[in-house]
């Protein structure tokens, strides 16, 4: 059974895009291959493949409106 766990968010410092205000979240995640036993359980066959690192862009603020979920000034300091 193939799952993805997100081990780790970290977010750049907002720079200003246009009109707009944004910042680069890196989002780390760990691949995982589970084996189930017959009966249920995780085999110890189990194992994770090398940590996938993906960057976006995220709109912070247009203009002088907070977008949701940021609910921080606008400009951000």
Do not use: Q
Not at 14 to 43: E, K
């Amino acid at each position: 059974m193939a799952t993805v766990e997100v081990a780790d968010v970290k977010d750049g410092a907002p720079y200003r895009a246009g009109s707009d205000w944004v910042l680069d979240r890196t989002t780390t995640t760990l691949p995982f291959c589970n084996y189930i036993t017959p009966t249920g359980g995780y085999s110890l066959r189990s194992y994770s493949l090398d940590p996938v690192h993906a960057t976006e862009r995220v709109t912070i603020c247009r203009g002088a409106s907070p977008v949701a979920p940021y609910a921080g000034p606008c400009p951000p300091k």
